[in-house]
């Protein structure tokens, strides 16, 4: 007998474009950077700021980002799939 997992509540998805909107490619640059502090405004955007994961899951998206390109897109896009896996523990 199998027992059912509780029912959770679907997460929001978050709308990630408004941090892709602020980065540019600046003249003599092959890939675009964000303009400002990409940790403070990924944590914040993910709400994350506070969170006791925000700051490991930040340093976890650029060191998987090292292994390829490094630059802020890849940082953003391994951050976004990686907030998608902390348990916010609501039920």
């Not at 940790?39 to 969170?51: P, R, S």
């Not at 976890?60 to 802020?72: G, H």
């Not at 890849?74 to 348990?87: K, N, P, Q, T």
Request: hydrophobic share 40%.
């Amino acid at each position: 007998m199998q027992i059912p997992l509780p029912r959770r509540r679907p997460k929001q998805a978050i709308d990630w474009q408004p941090i892709l909107n602020q980065m540019q490619q600046a003249d003599g640059q092959r890939l675009p950077e964000f303009q400002g502090d990409l940790k403070a405004a990924l944590l914040a955007h993910a709400g994350l700021t506070h969170h006791p994961k925000g700051e490991a899951t930040y340093q976890l998206a650029r060191e998987i980002a090292r292994l390829t390109t490094c630059c802020d897109p890849e940082v953003a896009y391994w951050f976004s799939r990686l907030a998608e896996l902390i348990d916010d523990g609501v039920e």
